[in-house]
């Protein structure tokens, strides 16, 4: 695959966990099954009008296996993204219907949503940013050539591994990206 290499920079963001909650069963995330379930976080529309001030372009990277796994249709993870959209201001979304046994190269921490988001919207890739709260999130971005921020809520699974910056939200994301560019803090 060919990556574009331009001026404009990207935000990917994981959808459950930094834009919406995630639904905690036996103290692991699991995605909304439908539109009723969405809770946008606390700061996530500020986050996003303030990415958009700092001339970066907030994408969605996100798996969602309950496809997959016929627990819920894509047509419900398509209304759960547009309804996401109207809330935060956010117009890209880029998503994994498959699970881990279909080994596709778009499924998280493959790095190929991110490809196919930079390519399409001509990011440059290495001034780009990653936001996640799982360590596929993180590989993925790593693997993409991302910094990378890890949101890390204690989930009782594997921790990412690599260079990375742990956060406590978006909202912390965005201060540290505004120091970054900016030079203030």
Partial sequence: MVIKS????????????VINRAILVNGLPKS???????????????????????KLVPVVITNQPDVARSI????????????????TG?????????DDSDKCNCRKP?????????????????????????????SAGQAAGCKTFFIDYGY??????????RVKSLTDVVRMLEGELYGFN
């Fill in 6 to 17: 331009l001026d404009k920079k990207g935000v990917f963001l994981d959808r459950d966990g």
């Fill in 32 to 54: 909304p099954k439908s539109v009723g379930e969405i809770e946008i976080l606390e700061g996530v529309v500020e986050a996003v009008k303030a990415i958009k001030t700092l």
């Fill in 72 to 87: 819920t249709s894509q047509n419900q993870v398509d209304q759960i993204n547009y309804q996401i959209g109207l809330v």
């Fill in 90 to 98: 956010i117009e890209h979304f880029y998503t994994c219907f498959h």
């Fill in 110 to 138: 493959a790095p190929g949503l991110i490809y196919q988001a930079v390519n399409d919207l001509s990011l440059d890739i290495q001034k780009s940013y990653l936001v996640g709260d799982r360590w596929r999130d993180i």
């Fill in 156 to 165: 009782p699974e594997k921790k990412p591994e690599g260079n990375f910056t």
